[in-house]
Nanobody
Framework: VQLQASGGGLVQAGGSLRLSCAAS????????MAWFRQPPGKEREFVAT????????YYADSVKGRFTISRDNTRSTVNLQMNSLKPEDTALYLC????????????????WGQGTLVTVSS
């Protein structure tokens, strides 16, 4: 499975961005998906996850209420709507796909995209 993330860019604090992750497989419905991010000089951290059928979502406390993860299995895409962005949201955002992880907040996903850079200016 190849994942292609897009939608990053430069935005002012308080603004919004919508990230997309396009998968090469037509069977994306078999995978739980997630967004992680890696701020400059820091470790990768969990952002949000969505179950294979879209029924269950989970967010890091730092983004809860501001970010929304969604998916369209017919188009093999997963999106992350980011509102009320803050400078501390600046990071490389990566999407991941898994069929095996029990804890989706962990980073051991089988497949990763290359990431898209989000920069939030103050």
């Amino acid at each position: 499975v190849q994942l292609q993330a897009s939608g990053g860019g430069l935005v002012q604090a308080g603004g919004s961005l919508r990230l997309s992750c396009a998968a090469s497989t037509r069977t994306l419905s078999r995978y739980d998906m997630a967004w992680f991010r890696q701020p400059p000089g820091k470790e990768r951290e969990f952002v949000a996850t969505i179950s294979w059928d879209g029924k269950n979502t989970y967010y890091a406390d730092s983004v809860k209420g501001r970010f929304t993860i969604s998916r369209d299995n017919t188009r093999s895409t997963v999106n992350l709507q980011m509102n009320s962005l803050k400078p501390e949201d600046t990071a490389l955002y990566l999407c991941g796909a898994t069929r095996t992880l029990a804890d989706l907040t962990l980073g051991g996903y089988e497949y990763w995209g290359q990431g898209t850079l989000v920069t939030v200016s103050s």
